[in-house]
């Protein structure tokens, strides 16, 4: 499949969909599939690869999408400019 030939076939890592929120709709159905199956089409992702998608939420005033499968799910990250400056 042609817009699999960049994704891992072997080996160890992480595949990390990156502001996956902000994605369109059809585009977060196919990454989904890959995070919940392992698969999309003909490609499966590599045993020795942990999957990892992040976005923001509607509240933080960025573009997003309607996000319906994974979020809610997971791990939950908040901050504020203070306690981002002061460490």
């Known amino acids: 499949m042609a817009g699999t030939a960049m994704?891992?076939?072997?080996?160890?890592?992480?595949?990390?969909?990156?502001?996956l929120t902000s994605a369109p709709p059809l585009q977060q159905a196919t990454a989904y599939q890959v995070t919940l199956d392992r698969?999309?089409?003909?490609?499966?992702?590599?045993?020795?690869?942990?999957?990892?998608?992040?976005?923001n939420n509607q509240t933080d005033r960025a573009v997003v999408y309607p996000c319906q499968r994974l979020?809610?799910?997971?791990?939950r990250i908040s901050t504020s400019n203070t306690t981002w400056m002061t460490g």
């Open 39 to 55: 698969r999309i089409g003909e490609y499966v992702v590599p045993d020795g690869f942990y999957i990892i998608a992040a976005g």
């Open 7 to 19: 994704l891992p076939t072997d080996g160890k890592g992480i595949l990390f969909f990156d502001e």
């Open 71 to 75: 979020c809610g799910t997971g791990l």
